[in-house]
């Protein structure tokens, strides 16, 4: 019966299976920005676990916390105390690496603070020099020396776990230690751990500049993780302080404000959640239809049944939804209602009307609500050429490989979603393009939420300008010395614009 | 300074001169009620002199001594965006004998003398505004006159990252940049101001302007070694020819700094083509 059966999924490349089950992830901050953005993360998860109550809760708990004296599973009962005295604090399954100790302390800090969970001191790795935003010296110089202590941390925390279900690396790629040190780490672990999905939340600098030598480390880094990773999820710093400015209504925001947007994207993603079977279109399935689902539909018992054999969601099935091709690996992320905290009780959302403008933000490759091009459409089917003329605007459309689909709250298990599972978005020869994932449970206090994963365009024009700044300094020679004296040279280079340039190409196919 | 050329990292000069004409330009605009002959000191709670018969150089050491304070600064506090020695070097030496950094601050002091009011305050666009102008600059040059290679911003106080972006791309029109540093900033974010001013800003420069101090350096050293004068007294315990050979150094590097300035963008840039897709 369907529904019921375990789906295996698949490694395109290399044909591995992984029993589709939650498990427990593990967290690698890397960097600054990586710290940063981790703590974020986890204060939202655990505020989340503290707003949801009985077996939402406790899987929460169980992917992203360790708690040393959980109770024994008793029938009914959550595993967890309600609050949560000293000894049993939920300790966030992380491990901290940075290459000097201020902000690795002020992280562990801010977790005690808030009273509700900790980071493990024990977890931490710092030194005191720094990187230098040198992408060679995190790479080479460091990578070599912390490889084993860092591997071994990690070891510890993946031993920690009843069942581990992958890597989540948060970094930045402008830097020196999250982008260069960042990378060595994903490459180690995937030597060392080659069946775990590894997925990297990665921060995209400001395009004004943060950093001189941005367009080098973010080519290098880019380069490196597209080869190990399972997924890359790409967090603009310009899209994310646009989100602070427009719908939060922030004049001035911080990295902090920043940091929780691109948190609250991610959770949207992480947290338990069923997938669901949905017809051809992506909508609802028909009573006695195969695979062929009608138009939107009613709710009926073959839908009832999907959603009583419930698989749930874990960190497997999140990257092998969206990344069905080796060459295609850049995700980003959407969300969508983002208003200002008092908003929230004067405005009412359907989720019809949530479910079209995430599909206009995927058309029109913004990860914003607000200025939407509602013109665009896409061309149906695979046909680009109609009456013979070139179809112009129509194709200015942002094309997409894939995309997983999550809805938090109430009757988020009935919901069409055609708009977003619409084929006419997805190249015809991808089986499943669009992966439905529900929870009744709320997100951050809303009635209804949507994210969107998307396996699409939208990092490509960054990637294309990041690509011809890098040209311009690598062709006047400039900081060429700092990258050779830590074993970066030309080569290293070229290599790595060549395979940014083959993935760009990829897409740009699309 | 040419030993520094071979072998620093990095070397910020400090004009006398010009700290001499920021001091000067603080104590005019100051108050009159100022008591005669007492000196202007840097820091808070530095070296305090009543009466008259002030040290003259604590002013202009005091400014120096903050430039030091708010560049470490970054190593020293908290902040949304840190930023240690480490970074400064990496990030503004593209080429490895070009390593003279152009610094400027604003605030240049902190604390007003005894029984005096404070320095006006700013708003944080205008500090951002005086670090690039010609008053603030710790050297007798006009930084817009001549090309950026980079250009570092270190914040200290209440400042956040879309202020200093906001500020670069305002200011960023009225510079010259090299045309392969379209984003040639690097903003460093400190929690801590110092101490009597809510924020401040740090802005190390490589300007290819450094190379007027170059070369009025060479000409004064050219003008004593055409004549051989006082030349006996170095020969004593050096060889001749290192001086010489010191000079070019110099001489080159002046040079380098003027090509950069005047060099055009090159018409094409290399780039890969990928051949073949899927």
């Given at each position: 019966?369907?529904?019921?059966?375990?789906?295996?999924?698949q490694?395109?490349?290399q044909?591995?299976?992984?029993p589709?089950?939650p498990g427990?992830v593990?967290?690698?901050q890397?960097?600054?920005?990586g710290?940063?953005v981790?703590?974020e993360?986890f204060?939202?998860?655990a505020r989340?676990?503290?707003?949801c109550?009985?077996?939402?809760?406790?899987?929460?708990l169980?992917?992203?916390?360790?708690?040393?004296?959980a109770?024994?599973?008793?029938?009914g009962?959550?595993?967890f105390?309600?609050?949560?005295?000293e000894?049993?604090?939920?300790?966030?399954?992380?491990?901290?690496?940075d290459?000097?100790?201020?902000?690795?302390?002020?992280?562990?800090?801010?977790?005690?603070k808030?009273?509700?969970?900790?980071?493990?001191?024990?977890?931490?790795?710092?030194f005191?020099?720094?990187?230098?935003n040198?992408?060679?010296?995190?790479?080479?110089?460091y990578?070599?020396?912390?490889?084993?202590?860092?591997?071994?941390?990690?070891?510890?925390?993946?031993e920690?776990?009843?069942?581990?279900?992958?890597f989540?690396?948060?970094?930045?790629?402008?830097?020196?230690?999250?982008a260069?040190?960042?990378?060595?780490?994903?490459?180690?672990?995937?030597?060392e751990?080659?069946?775990?999905?590894?997925?990297?939340?990665?921060?995209?600098?400001?395009e004004?500049?943060?950093?001189?030598v941005?367009?080098?480390?973010?080519l290098?880094?880019?380069?490196?993780l597209?080869d190990c990773?399972?997924g890359v999820?790409?967090?603009?710093?310009?899209?994310?302080?646009?989100?602070?400015v427009?719908?939060?209504r922030?004049?001035?925001?911080?990295?902090?404000?920043?940091?929780?947007?691109a948190a609250?994207?991610?959770a949207?993603v992480?947290?338990?959640?069923?997938?669901?079977?949905?017809?051809?279109?992506?909508?609802?399935?028909?009573?006695?239809?195969?695979?062929?689902?009608?138009?939107?539909?009613m709710?009926?018992t073959?839908?009832?049944n999907?959603?009583?054999?419930?698989?749930t969601?874990?960190l497997?099935?999140?990257?092998t939804?969206v990344?069905?091709?080796?060459?295609a690996r850049?995700?980003?992320?959407?969300?969508?209602?983002?208003?200002?905290?008092?908003?929230?009780?004067?405005?009412t959302?359907?989720?019809?009307g949530?479910?079209?403008?995430?599909?206009?933000?995927?058309?029109?490759?913004?990860?914003?609500e607000?200025g939407?091009?509602?013109?665009l459409?896409?061309?149906?089917?695979?046909?680009e050429?109609?009456?013979?003329?070139?179809p112009g605007?129509?194709?200015?459309?942002?094309?997409?490989?894939?995309?997983?689909?999550?809805?938090?709250?109430?009757?988020s298990d009935?919901?069409?979603?055609?708009?977003?599972?619409?084929?006419?978005?997805?190249p015809p020869?991808?089986?499943?393009?669009?992966?439905?994932?529900?929870?009744?449970?709320?997100?951050?206090?809303?009635?209804?939420?949507?994210?969107?994963l998307?396996?699409?365009q939208?990092?490509?024009?960054?990637i294309g300008?990041m690509?011809?700044?890098?040209?311009q300094?690598?062709?006047?020679?400039?900081?060429?010395?700092?990258y050779?004296?830590?074993?970066v040279?030309?080569?290293?280079?070229?290599?790595?614009?060549?395979r940014?340039?083959?993935?760009?190409?990829?897409?740009?196919?699309? | 300074?040419?030993a520094?050329?071979?072998?620093?990292?990095?070397?910020m000069?400090?004009?006398?001169?010009?700290?001499?004409?920021?001091v000067?330009s603080?104590?005019?605009?100051?108050?009159?009620n100022?008591?005669?002959?007492?000196?202007?000191t840097?820091?808070d709670?530095g070296?305090?002199?009543s009466g008259?018969g002030?040290?003259p150089w604590?002013?202009?050491?005091?400014?120096?001594?903050?430039l030091?304070?708010n560049?470490?600064?970054?190593?020293?506090?908290?902040?949304a965006?840190?930023?240690?020695?480490?970074?400064?070097?990496?990030n503004?030496?593209?080429?490895?004998?070009?390593?003279?950094?152009?610094?400027?601050?604003?605030?240049?002091t902190?604390?007003a003398?005894?029984?005096k009011?404070?320095?006006a305050?700013?708003t944080?666009?205008q500090?951002?505004?005086?670090v690039?102008?010609r008053d603030?600059?710790?050297?007798?040059?006009?930084?817009?006159?001549?090309?950026?290679?980079?250009?570092?911003?270190?914040?200290?106080?209440?400042?956040?990252?879309s202020?200093?972006?906001?500020?670069?791309?305002?200011?960023?029109k009225?510079?010259?940049?090299?045309h392969?540093?379209?984003?040639?900033?690097k903003?460093?974010?400190?929690?801590?101001?110092p101490?009597?001013?809510?924020?401040?800003?740090?802005?190390?420069?490589?300007?290819c302007?450094?190379?007027k101090?170059?070369?009025?350096?060479?000409?004064?050293?050219?003008?004593?070694?055409?004549?051989?004068?006082y030349?006996?007294?170095?020969?004593?315990?050096?060889?001749i020819?290192?001086?010489d050979?010191?000079?070019?150094?110099?001489?080159e590097?002046?040079?380098?700094?003027?090509?950069?300035?005047?060099a055009?963008?090159?018409?094409?840039?290399?780039?890969?083509?990928p051949?073949?897709v899927?």
């Amino acid at each position: 019966r369907r529904g019921t059966s375990p789906r295996t999924g698949q490694r395109p490349s290399q044909g591995r299976c992984f029993p589709s089950m939650p498990g427990s992830v593990v967290t690698v901050q890397l960097g600054q920005c990586g710290n940063q953005v981790g703590t974020e993360l986890f204060s939202t998860l655990a505020r989340e676990a503290v707003a949801c109550s009985g077996s939402t809760r406790d899987e929460i708990l169980d992917a992203f916390f360790r708690t040393p004296n959980a109770r024994r599973d008793r029938a009914g009962s959550s595993k967890f105390p309600d609050d949560f005295p000293e000894a049993s604090t939920p300790t966030a399954r992380a491990v901290l690496i940075d290459m000097e100790p201020k902000v690795v302390q002020s992280s562990v800090r801010i977790a005690k603070k808030s009273g509700r969970w900790r980071f493990d001191t024990t977890r931490t790795l710092a030194f005191q020099a720094g990187s230098g935003n040198n992408w060679a010296r995190g790479y080479n110089t460091y990578g070599g020396q912390v490889r084993e202590t860092a591997c071994e941390l990690i070891r510890k925390e993946v031993e920690q776990c009843d069942f581990f279900g992958g890597f989540l690396l948060l970094q930045s790629m402008a830097g020196g230690t999250g982008a260069g040190l960042g990378a060595y780490v994903a490459q180690a672990l995937r030597d060392e751990h080659p069946h775990a999905p590894l997925l990297n939340h990665c921060v995209w600098p400001y395009e004004s500049g943060e950093v001189i030598v941005q367009s080098y480390n973010t080519l290098l880094t880019a380069s490196a993780l597209l080869d190990c990773s399972d997924g890359v999820i790409v967090a603009q710093n310009d899209s994310l302080h646009k989100t602070c400015v427009k719908q939060l209504r922030l004049p001035r925001p911080t990295f902090t404000d920043m940091n929780s947007v691109a948190a609250k994207q991610l959770a949207g993603v992480l947290l338990p959640s069923a997938n669901r079977e949905v017809g051809e279109n992506g909508g609802l399935i028909r009573m006695g239809d195969d695979k062929n689902g009608g138009g939107p539909g009613m709710m009926d018992t073959k839908t009832k049944n999907a959603r009583n054999g419930r698989k749930t969601h874990g960190l497997h099935d999140v990257v092998t939804d969206v990344c069905c091709f080796p060459a295609a690996r850049l995700l980003s992320l959407r969300q969508l209602p983002v208003l200002p905290q008092k908003s929230v009780e004067f405005e009412t959302f359907t989720w019809p009307g949530l479910l079209k403008r995430t599909r206009q933000m995927l058309l029109s490759g913004t990860t914003l609500e607000e200025g939407l091009d509602w013109g665009l459409e896409p061309t149906g089917g695979s046909t680009e050429k109609r009456d013979g003329k070139t179809p112009g605007r129509r194709n200015a459309y942002t094309k997409c490989f894939a995309s997983s689909l999550f809805l938090r709250g109430g009757n988020s298990d009935l919901v069409d979603a055609s708009a977003v599972g619409d084929p006419c978005l997805y190249p015809p020869w991808v089986p499943k393009p669009c992966s439905v994932n529900w929870s009744n449970s709320k997100f951050d206090g809303k009635e209804m939420s949507v994210t969107l994963l998307s396996n699409c365009q939208t990092p490509c024009p960054p990637i294309g300008r990041m690509l011809s700044r890098a040209y311009q300094m690598k062709s006047a020679g400039a900081y060429k010395h700092q990258y050779a004296e830590h074993g970066v040279g030309d080569d290293e280079f070229a290599e790595a614009f060549a395979r940014v340039e083959d993935v760009l190409a990829t897409y740009r196919a699309l | 300074c040419a030993a520094l050329a071979e072998h620093a990292d990095c070397v910020m000069p400090v004009e006398n001169q010009a700290l001499m004409d920021i001091v000067t330009s603080i104590y005019e605009k100051s108050d009159v009620n100022t008591r005669r002959g007492s000196a202007l000191t840097g820091v808070d709670g530095g070296v305090e002199v009543s009466g008259h018969g002030g040290r003259p150089w604590d002013a202009m050491n005091g400014i120096a001594a903050n430039l030091l304070l708010n560049l470490t600064a970054g190593a020293r506090f908290d902040g949304a965006l840190n930023v240690d020695i480490n970074e400064v070097t990496t990030n503004l030496v593209p080429f490895p004998k070009m390593h003279f950094l152009l610094s400027s601050m604003s605030p240049a002091t902190v604390s007003a003398d005894k029984g005096k009011a404070a320095p006006a305050p700013r708003t944080m666009d205008q500090i951002f505004t005086e670090v690039f102008g010609r008053d603030r600059q710790l050297a007798s040059v006009d930084p817009r006159r001549s090309t950026y290679l980079a250009c570092a911003l270190m914040m200290r106080g209440a400042v956040t990252v879309s202020d200093a972006s906001r500020n670069v791309d305002r200011l960023r029109k009225g510079l010259r940049m090299a045309h392969w540093v379209s984003d040639g900033f690097k903003v460093g974010l400190c929690d801590r101001a110092p101490t009597g001013t809510p924020y401040s800003a740090l802005c190390l420069a490589n300007n290819c302007a450094m190379r007027k101090p170059l070369d009025a350096m060479t000409s004064r050293f050219q003008k004593l070694r055409r004549r051989n004068l006082y030349v006996h007294h170095y020969g004593e315990f050096m060889e001749i020819d290192d001086m010489d050979a010191a000079a070019s150094t110099i001489a080159e590097l002046a040079e380098e700094y003027a090509r950069v300035d005047a060099a055009p963008p090159p018409e094409t840039v290399p780039s890969i083509r990928p051949i073949g897709v899927l």
